[in-house]
């Protein structure tokens, strides 16, 4: 069956915030994106770094106060910023789904002696009044709506943790194991829709497969993690895509312009970046 005569998955997918914006909108350092399922219903997946995602996400006709619920890829403060805007709202009464780990204290060691802090900056106060559902494995959330926690790594392939650590010193390690997807699944297709993908995604597709067999992909979507990547790395994740039979990729957030273009060139399938304000029927 042509590409153009592949049934819809009927999700429409609307970019409140990441790195890169259409005219009209606001880049920031920080992923947000608002899922339509076909009933109408509405999720979020991630708060961006700052409240922008609530002022964008007007613009494009999304209500985040009455989405079901709020989905969250990992703890980092780019995904996690948002959130407390978001709960002091008293209209939102959706769940929040997570890895239980995603409120631990987080450091990411750079040039200085001590680590910064890139932890979920919301006070726990609000966190205990949330209605929080612990997502350990493959949690459903939705009709057709699955988030995929807790990836395992295997030996050799590529992750995203280099530098991160719990500690201010830099002396425990930060595996992220609170890491996750979306998967929305629909008939025989399935698209697969990312945070950061610490896990690395031949890691991720592999979990994904675990669960959902050889459905492939009908996109990829989401942050990489590939900014600065090393060459072996870039080939990895082109690789495994072609391998899972992803049919569209759009990256954003972390995945950065050079990796993007990078595989905008090797990929036999379309490349599309996100960008703040983009709205995807998929």
Avoid at 99 to 123: E, V
Avoid at 150 to 155: D, G, L, V
Wanted: hydrophobic share 40%; charged share 20%; aromatic share 6%.
């Amino acid at each position: 069956m042509p590409d153009d005569a592949r049934p819809a998955l009927g999700l429409r997918l609307a970019v409140l915030a990441d790195n890169e914006a259409l005219p009209g909108f606001q880049a920031e350092h920080g992923l947000s994106l608002a899922l339509t399922l076909p009933d109408g219903g509405l999720w979020l997946w991630d708060t961006g770094r700052t409240d922008l995602f609530l002022e964008q996400a007007r613009r494009l006709d999304v209500e985040p106060a009455t989405a079901r619920g709020l989905a969250l890829s990992h703890g980092h403060y780019d995904h996690t910023g948002g959130l407390e805007h978001l709960l002091r709202d008293p209209r939102f009464q959706g769940q929040v789904a997570a890895h239980p780990a995603f409120a631990i204290r987080r450091c990411r060691r750079g040039q200085s002696p001590l680590a910064c802090d890139i932890g979920c900056p919301c006070p726990p106060g609000l966190l205990d009044a949330c209605r929080l559902r612990p997502a350990h494995s493959c949690l459903r959330l939705d009709e057709g709506l699955y988030m995929v926690a807790a990836i395992p790594r295997e030996p050799g392939r590529a992750q995203a943790v280099d530098g991160m650590c719990l500690d201010p010193e830099g002396r425990w390690p930060d595996g992220i194991p609170d890491d996750a997807c979306l998967v929305f699944a629909r008939g025989d297709r399935m698209g697969v829709i990312l945070g950061c993908c610490h896990s690395g995604l031949a890691n991720t597709l592999a979990r994904v497969r675990h669960f959902f067999g050889d459905l492939k992909p009908a996109f990829v979507l989401g942050g990489l993690h590939l900014n600065g990547a090393p060459a072996a790395t870039l080939d990895e994740t082109a690789r495994t895509l072609v391998e899972h039979g992803a049919e569209r990729v759009f990256p954003g957030h972390c995945t950065g312009r050079e990796a993007s273009e990078f595989l905008r060139r090797e990929l036999p399938v379309p490349v599309a970046p996100l960008a703040s304000g983009l709205v995807l029927d998929l």
